[in-house]
């Protein structure tokens, strides 16, 4: 027993005052999520230390929780919405709402005097100067950045914001989303040239106003709405900005809003509502087949029309220029049990056709492939020919310069033989005469 209370003392520290300000703050000391240096990454474009751990846990306060870390590389860094199934208690005092127009959700950054505009699968879609700080050159900071969640309208050239998460440089995603609508506000009222068109700032940026959860102010601001409206979404004022979806953030499209806020839309605001569409519970079991149904079809590959398509990836016909790994469609016709004989008949002539497609298929490439064979050896062979054709003309050319210089040596010894027995004869003579 004594052996088990030392080792147990060795191991465990028991103290009664938990909260001891001779240790470290408990909600401080713990591994909390660096916003500051997400921002950095951010405007800096610099993942190299990030260490992306998905099923790491975060304990906050004394509540133990999963936080969903952001994506590299500008994916994922944005905060979704979910359907409004039920509406909240408090949801006339502690929501607000915000009318989106119709545009495309982007992530915003500016920094070293340029305005970058990613899409949310991490693309950069668009490049461009502009007056908020850090976008242009004209701004002598350059320690300055800006990060927006936006949407962006192509028909007007405006980027809507929604959401501010960093504003010189001041990152704001642990704060509450009261305080980030009126910091957003403020700021924007502090540079009104944001919201002109200019040579510098050739986008404009319009903060989208936030209004109460009460049916009549709501149904105002639909009422007054100057522009196509695509959803509502409604914010809780105490949740902090989140990457990926929420609970605390919900969604629903103008058409639902008169069963389930009971409250009446404009006919103008009604263009996006499909035909089939009789009431919400309908609606939300359609989509959630149509997305059953998707990923039955990502997992397994069945098409509509009951036919199985297998993707079979190989090697092409060779590693040479242009040539690697392919995608092969291959079709199989797979009919079920209890199926008809008119639809077993039709999946197996679908079957037959597929088969005989692919068969004349590579029989043409086959073909094809051939006679760029044959025509490829015809233009070696003209090739070698040309080739000993030169080398032929070179050695005869070389041959005959040898023996024009033979000649020309031949004569010239000649021209000395002669010349030194025209020396001799007349030595001869001149000693004869002596």
Known sequence: ??????????????????????????????????????????????????????????????????????????QDQLMYSEWLVEVPSDFATEWLMVLCPVGKRCLVVTNKFSTKAYSKSGFCINTFPSHLPGGNHSIQ??????????????????????????WNGHSVYDTETEFRFFWLHEKIKETPEVMEVSKVNPMKFVPLPSFACTQEAIASAVASAN??????????????????????????????????LGIEVPQCQLGHQPADYTNYADHMKKVAEDKERTQLEKTQGVSSHGNCYRQRRGRGRGRGHGRGRGQEQVM???????????????????????????????????????ECKENTCGRRQVAKEDSAHNVNYSLKKELVARQLIANRFNGRQQECCSMQEEVIVESTIGNQLA
């Open 227 to 260: 522009f196509e409206i695509d959803g509502l979404l409604f914010y809780h004022k105490r949740t902090h900005y989140l990457f990926g979806s929420t609970p605390l953030v919900v969604w629903l499209k103008p058409y639902m809003l008169p069963e389930i």
């Open 141 to 166: 900071k350059r320690i300055s950045c800006c990060v927006l969640d936006c949407l962006y309208s192509e028909v007007n050239k405006t980027y809507y914001i929604l959401d501010l998460m960093c």
């Open 332 to 370: 199989e016709a797979e009919c079920l049990e209890g199926s008809e004989g008119g639809d077993l008949s039709r999946c197996r002539s679908n079957a037959k056709s597929g088969r005989k497609y692919q068969r004349d298929k590579v029989e043409i490439m086959d073909s094809e492939f051939g």
């Open 1 to 74: 027993m004594d052996e088990l209370t030392a080792a147990l003392a060795s191991s465990f520290e028991v103290s009664s005052d938990l909260n001891k300000i001779s240790a470290p703050h408990p909600r401080f000391s713990q591994n909390r999520f660096d916003y500051l240096s997400h921002v950095r990454k951010l405007t800096e474009d610099d993942w190299k230390d990030d260490v992306d751990k998905a099923s790491e846990e975060e304990e906050i306060m004394d509540i133990e929780q999963t936080i969903k870390k952001p994506g590299r590389h500008y």
